[in-house]
């Protein structure tokens, strides 16, 4: 059956949900076969007043009405939503989690079942349809299912193929990465003090820079570190900069900050 054509539930309201949700129905869900819990009451009339879907406070009746169970709550609160899911013994579903560091195993140990179980780790370009998500998938889950899960994420952008122990360095790296873009975009504002525009445009001007950038970088053969040499031109004004980036260990920063995130995914797994 086309996931088109089934029912798929949402444990959890926020903004990962809210994303995918925004998607699914652009992509031609129709509002009737998605249904959302949650105890935040703003959350699900958000969801119901803007897309239309069904939505409810108790998990147990998502539970028992979805063929599709997206998991999209935190992970520290993810063990109590299982624990939840295996006393209500629903039945047989797929089920797919976006809690980061949360591990396929840790949900199989939990639920001691058969499970159909996918780990999937969207991020937030999701909200534009210009996301990126990797998904994992168990012993368990069939090829359709795999092809499901790739269908419904694909309402909301790219969707890659990951082994399971890459998520966590895939989690710091792609997950948590717009974040990194914005903290660029803060730094490169704070430095154009000097140039008398109204910040709107000021950061419509860096935004629509780093949005060529990424577009050049995805449509040429070249390597990002080629397209850097491209621009700097020996003893210009580029390389002054390049220069002072490598003074203070930028790319050893980045490696390592990437690395400091990958340890804390794990961390949070394990909690």
């Given at each position: 059956m086309?996931?088109?054509?089934?029912?798929?539930?949402?444990?959890?309201?926020?903004?990962?949900?809210?994303?995918?949700?925004?998607?699914?129905?652009?992509?031609?869900?129709?509002?009737?076969?998605?249904?959302?819990?949650?105890?935040?009451?703003?959350?699900?009339?958000?969801?119901?007043?803007?897309?239309?879907?069904?939505?409810?406070?108790?998990?147990?009746?998502v539970f028992k009405e979805s063929e599709v169970l997206i998991f999209a709550v935190k992970p520290n609160i993810l063990k109590t939503v299982l624990e939840e899911y295996k006393n209500i013994s629903p039945k047989?579903?797929?089920?797919?989690?976006?809690?980061?560091?949360?591990?396929?195993?840790?949900?199989?140990?939990?639920?001691?079942?058969?499970?159909?179980?996918?780990?999937?780790?969207?991020?937030?370009?999701?909200?534009?349809?210009?996301?990126v998500t990797a998904i994992s998938i168990n012993k368990n889950a069939t090829e359709d299912d795999q092809q499901n899960a790739e269908d419904l994420f694909s309402c909301v952008g790219e969707v890659v193929h990951i082994r399971e122990r890459e998520m966590d360095l895939y989690t710091a790296l792609i997950g948590s990465g717009p974040a990194?873009?914005?903290?660029?975009?803060?730094s490169l504002l704070d430095s154009s003090i000097g140039i008398e525009m109204d910040e709107d445009t000021k950061k419509n001007m860096i935004a629509s820079m780093i949005a060529g950038s990424a577009k050049l970088a995805l449509m040429s053969e070249n390597s990002p570190k080629k397209l850097r040499e491209n621009v700097t031109s020996p003893g210009g004004v580029t390389q002054r900069a390049i220069e002072e980036f490598e003074k203070n260990g930028m790319k050893e920063i980045v490696i390592e900050a990437i690395e400091a995130a990958a340890r804390k995914s794990k961390e949070l797994g394990g909690n």
């Open positions: 086309n996931i088109m054509d089934k029912k798929v539930g949402f444990i959890g309201a926020g903004n990962m949900a809210s994303a995918l949700i925004s998607g699914m129905i652009t992509a031609g869900f129709k509002p009737e076969h998605i249904m959302a819990s949650s105890p935040g009451k703003s959350h699900l009339d958000f969801l119901s007043d803007n897309f239309g879907v069904k939505t409810s406070n108790d998990n147990e009746l047989e579903v797929l089920l797919i989690s976006v809690a980061a560091g949360f591990k396929i195993l840790d949900i199989e140990t939990i639920l001691s079942s058969e499970q159909r179980i996918i780990r999937a780790m969207p991020n937030t370009p999701s909200s534009i349809r210009s996301g990194y873009i914005f903290y660029l975009m803060e």
